[in-house]
């Protein structure tokens, strides 16, 4: 039997903290090893502990949230934890800047238990594949090889162009946007017909059927072009809305120059 995932709740909220403790420790595959009540007491234990995931609070006393995860990966820590933002505060500006700082998922209070429980999971088994993936270079069609730290910073910047977009992580075609354009980074001297390579790739990563990525991924550009005048950022060409290979297409291209 594998070691349960390994938990640290960063929240000065001690009530909060306490309750999400014990539901969380009635899941076998779970185990919260220590709770932070305020910034650097989370740096400490982070560093000490070594937990497969922390749950991190942005208000708290003596450091932020934010200043928390900046100190964590100035530390270099490795294998960095899988950050979880459990936060009251909802605006573009702060999930952006934790999305950059390298927070895998910002989940606004109050939330539903069972999400954060499923996120979990399904993070750590991502950042597991991820680091097997990492343990060795990408060899492109050209040739030439992709580091593994390159690698991880062009994720980072899809994140980051997928929320600056507006396209929130709950939605099912932000994955899959999120797998299709960082196959078209990691392969651009190449140019893939989407239809025929790039919706059957999807589809075969998150064993599901290429028409269902296209639809939830034409879903999700619906949904971003319907807020482009809030969030868009001039990342929509506001006169139409673009296809879906026009907007993957403009997606690599803006994560490759990192021009947003």
């Known amino acids: 039997m594998s070691e349960p995932i390994s938990v640290l709740i960063a929240d000065d909220n001690v009530e909060f903290a306490g309750l999400l403790k014990k539901y969380i420790n009635r899941e076998s595959d779970l185990k919260v090893v220590g709770i932070a009540g305020d910034g650097l007491e989370a740096v400490d234990l982070t560093a000490s502990l ?15 949230g934010i200043g928390v995860l900046e100190r964590i990966s100035a530390m270099g820590i490795n294998p960095k934890p899988v950050f979880i933002i459990l936060s009251a505060i909802g605006l573009d500006v702060f999930v952006r800047r934790a999305i950059l700082l390298g927070a895998e998922y ?7 238990v069972s999400v954060l429980l499923k996120r979990i ?18 060899i492109s069609r050209d040739g030439t090889a992709t580091k593994p730290y390159e690698l991880e910073e062009t994720e980072y910047r899809i994140t980051a162009l997928l929320h600056k977009t507006g396209i929130p ?13 960082l ?8 140019t893939f017909p989407v239809t025929k390579v790039i919706y059957p790739l999807v589809a075969k990563k998150f064993n599901t059927s290429p028409q269902k990525v296209e639809r939830a991924i034409r879903s999700a550009i619906e949904s971003a072009w319907a807020k482009k005048a809030d969030t868009s950022d001039g990342i929509f060409d506001k006169s139409r809305k673009p296809t879906n290979s026009e907007f993957l297409a403009l997606m690599a291209d803006r994560v490759r120059m990192a021009t947003f």
């Open 169 to 181: 992580a709950h939605l099912k075609g932000y994955k899959y946007i999120r797998e299709a354009v």
């Open 183 to 190: 196959y078209t980074v990691k392969n651009s001297k190449t």
């Open 106 to 112: 910002y989940l606004v209070k109050p939330f539903d």
């Open 50 to 64: 070594t937990p497969d995931v922390v749950i991190l609070d942005l208000i708290m006393p003596n450091l932020d």
């Open 121 to 138: 999971r399904q993070l750590v088994a991502e950042r597991s594949a991820k680091m097997n993936l990492h343990e060795c270079f990408t």
